[in-house]
């Protein structure tokens, strides 16, 4: 990511928003102080809306306020940060899905007191829009925000603030979409196919630290799928998804046995593509199984336990939309047990929560 997507963003005006907290388990948000506000409005062209829209994001506040880069709309994605229906259906996010680690303050946004950015974003680009009726939300949480105090941005007792706005409805014309569905998706071709796994652009060193952890992921996915297919709900699951309901519970026992069938595969079906450079642990494009991106973060993980290489693994497994299409809520441990209290809604849909479930970590029943 260079230093330009790290300071542009976000937008400008027209459907207000305020940041809401994580409900836990009430039906409406509580409202958690956020110095930030974001608004929403889309792009015309003389056809109708082309994809593009803006947002405007204000600190409201005297205080200086730090962002992780990822949690900002910015003209190249790296989690999906939208809610967007189009022509009646749930729009696919195409772009990168990223498992990081914590934020550094290279990574940080910096908003002045009372400061404003605004940002473009062509939805075109990350999203698989279609002519018609369509509704648009911005909705990220800010995990590891925090004020130029270096208080979190959030409240005592640790719960999250979310900046969204309002739905947008619009109608989109198909015909001023600009640019279409495109990402930086290098496919892996021609690669080295070893015991079932197809490596690309992979050393012998890589490809033997990287064909070890996909063994050790399989381990771990197995091993979470007997679990939830014994009907437990102990520690372990309520660490990592929270509260049982049948509902979830049987979302996750489904997202498992994906899982597990994905890490599976054979015939070179999963294909591991070492020529990332960045500094996080890996990604994937959820529409295109079962290719996952490993980065300079990946290398230095251990093999197992707590952000090993082969949860990392689990976690990009979780991503694809065949598997559990899961998102990128919040990282780390720390983060998903706070999530599986306050949201266990967002738990199952969060992937460091399955990959935590599956590394279990130290260890619960």
């Not at 929403?40 to 405007?56: E, I, M, R």
């Not at 270096?150 to 198909?174: M, Y």
């Amino acid at each position: 990511m260079s230093q330009n997507h790290r300071n542009l963003l976000l937008a400008t005006a027209f459907v207000a928003a305020t940041g809401a907290a994580f409900a836990g388990r009430q039906s409406a948000p509580v409202q958690i102080a956020n110095p930030l506000r974001v608004s929403l409005f889309a792009n015309g062209s003389t056809h109708g809306f082309d994809g593009v829209v803006q947002l405007k994001l204000t600190n409201n506040s005297n205080q200086i306020v730090k962002v992780p880069y990822w949690q900002l709309p910015s003209s190249h994605l790296e989690s999906s940060l939208f809610q967007v229906i189009s022509a009646g259906r749930a729009a696919a996010y195409t772009g990168p899905m990223v498992k990081r680690g914590a934020p550094t303050n290279a990574d940080m946004v910096v908003f002045q007191p009372y400061e404003t950015k605004v940002v473009s974003v062509n939805l075109s680009k990350f999203y698989d829009l279609r002519g018609g009726d369509a509704s648009i939300r911005f909705n990220s949480v800010l995990q590891g925000a925090k004020t130029g105090t270096g208080a979190n941005v959030g409240d005592a007792a640790g719960r999250l603030s979310v900046l969204q706005t309002a739905p947008l409805r619009i109608w989109l014309d198909s015909e001023s979409l600009k640019g279409g569905v495109s990402n930086n998706a290098k496919p892996g071709s021609g690669g080295t196919v070893v015991n079932g796994v197809s490596f690309v652009g992979c050393s012998t060193t890589q490809i033997s630290g990287a064909g070890q952890a996909v063994v050790d992921a399989r381990v771990y996915t197995e091993n979470a799928k007997t679990y939830l297919n014994g009907g437990a709900a102990g520690p372990r699951y309520t660490t990592w998804f929270g509260t049982f309901t049948n509902s979830r519970y049987s979302t996750m026992q489904s997202h498992f046995v994906s899982i597990d069938n994905a890490m599976d595969q054979s015939a070179g079906q999963v294909t591991i593509n070492c020529g990332c450079n960045q500094s996080y642990y890996a990604y994937v494009y959820p529409t295109k199984p079962y290719e996952i991106f490993v980065c300079k973060a990946f290398w230095t993980a251990p093999a197992t336990g707590t952000d090993s290489k082969a949860g990392t693994l689990v976690h990009e497994m979780s991503h694809f939309n065949v598997t559990a299409s899961t998102n990128d809520w919040v990282y780390g441990q720390t983060g998903a047990k706070s999530l599986a209290i306050s949201n266990p809604d967002q738990a199952i849909d969060n992937a460091d929560s399955h990959e935590y479930f599956a590394e279990n970590k130290p260890a619960q029943n």
